[in-house]
């Protein structure tokens, strides 16, 4: 008869805590914010963003990067022909947000794991005068607590 369940014993190579791994600055920080003063806003343009959130050494890498967010690409897809739709996905490491112009509006998703730095980027654009609209699962969850950093909810 087979056991039901794989028991790990000391022996066993699998055994043990995981090992730390060197990670480069970028897969563990999020870009810093660029400190400006509101610029020209360009009417009819809308920014997508999803969020930076620090990287598990012992994941898939690959995983998030080669499957973006379908939910900002869906809105990007659906937005009427005359407005003009970037989306930036600050995990593929690309550098800070590009806010020169402003963007007239932001959409942000939202999940669990980088909703505070979605709250960070919210504000700071609202502080500069976009108008933020932010959506996804943890939005879902939490109305009340992202309703505090949005402009909209989606």
Not at 33 to 52: K, Q, V
Request: one cysteine or more; aromatic letters at 10%; hydrophobic letters at 45%.
């Amino acid at each position: 008869m087979k056991p039901l369940f794989f028991r790990a014993v000391p022996d066993d190579p699998f055994y043990g805590p995981r090992s730390i791994l060197w990670q480069p600055r970028e897969m563990t920080e999020a870009p810093a914010f660029r400190h400006l003063t509101a610029g020209r806003r360009e009417n009819r343009y809308a920014l997508l963003i999803n969020p930076f959130y620090p990287k598990d050494q012992h994941a898939s890498y690959g995983k998030h990067v080669l499957t973006p967010s379908l939910a900002l690409t869906s809105v990007a897809a659906a937005t009427p022909e005359h407005w003009r739709v970037r989306y930036w996905d600050e995990n593929l490491l690309q550098g800070p947000i590009p806010i020169e112009p402003l963007p007239a509006v932001v959409g942000i998703t939202v999940h669990l794991t980088f909703a505070t730095r979605a709250y960070e980027l919210a504000d700071w654009l609202r502080s500069l005068g976009c108008m933020v609209v932010l959506g996804g699962l943890h939005v879902l969850s939490c109305p009340d607590e992202a309703a505090e950093h949005a402009d909209a909810l989606a």
